[in-house]
């Protein structure tokens, strides 16, 4: 099995900061793309950005110039930081990686748990 592990988030202010991880981990043998999705209450969920294994990189117009995502291949690990938040920015953020867990099979898709970003004074 895979899992994928957040961490960070959390409460900031408008025009504040914030850092996103998440490490996947378990029956892996590559991951190819990563990314960041975010939910907010009433609407649908959306990308944020995304990540290819050699480090291209996709955003959302909404926060181009503003976030930048990273990983650590090494550590199966994807990272989010948030700058000049705002407060449309509000909503459960959740991290997604493409998974195959052997040279045989096939990728599949996994999705953290979530976590709320709250920006508000």
């Known amino acids: 099995q895979v899992q994928l592990v957040e961490s960070g988030g959390g409460l900031a202010q408008p025009g504040g900061s914030l850092r996103r991880s998440c490490a996947a981990s378990g029956s892996i043998f590559r991951v190819s793309e990563m990314g960041w999705y975010r939910q907010a209450p009433g609407k649908q969920r959306e990308l944020v950005a995304g990540?290819?294994?050699?480090?291209?990189?996709k955003y959302a117009d909404s926060v181009k110039g503003r976030f930048t995502i990273s990983r650590d291949n090494a550590k199966n690990t994807v990272y989010l930081q948030m700058n000049s938040l705002k407060p449309e920015g509000t909503a459960v953020y959740y991290c997604n990686a493409d998974v195959r867990m052997s040279s045989v099979t096939g990728s599949s898709h996994y999705w953290g748990q979530g976590t709320q970003v709250t920006v508000s004074s």
């Open positions: 990540i290819s294994v050699d480090g291209n990189t």
